[in-house]
């Protein structure tokens, strides 16, 4: 018995889109540039996100990363205190560093330090003082690294970090 053409076409466009659709959501999606999954290059350098609900990003330099654990919702930090997890450009614990963090109001300029950081040996550390991290207003929070002389940064423009963080895997720069 012979179909006729349209049905063949038609059936082709379906398979076609059936098709395109699923190479779509196997791809790996990006995330405001970065992308996730497996390097493309043996050179290519990542770094890991550990947990779900944190804030995460490179350095401006790429020479670190840095996770902020606004809460211990996800890991035991504490009351009042957020955790900061720093790792190197090979996406090692960054341990023994120097961090500087300043916490600083958009609309009144009016900068909050913290009042001790706790390096816990492991790439995390523990910043206390800052445990207004989740104020109403714009701010920013800028977590600068230095270790053995390498130093970089990373600002962090809060509500918007925390409302959309990126979910755990692993980025490239």
Known sequence: MKRKPEVWRFLKGVFLTLGTLCLLLAAPTPSNGQYTGPPEQENQRLFTKHFQKTMFDITEHALYSVEVLPNDEEYPIGKNTIG???H???DEDVKGAKL??????????????PTGIVDK???????????NISSPGHWELRVTVNKGGVKDSVKFKLPEALMKPY???????
């Open 167 to 173: 979910p755990k895997g692993r980025y490239h720069p």
């Open 84 to 86: 900061v997890v720093v």
């Open 121 to 131: 040996k492991n790439g995390l550390y523990i910043v206390s003082g800052l445990d």
């Open 88 to 90: 190197n450009d090979k």
């Open 100 to 113: 500087s963090i300043t916490y600083t109001n958009m609309e009144t300029g009016k900068s909050i330090h």
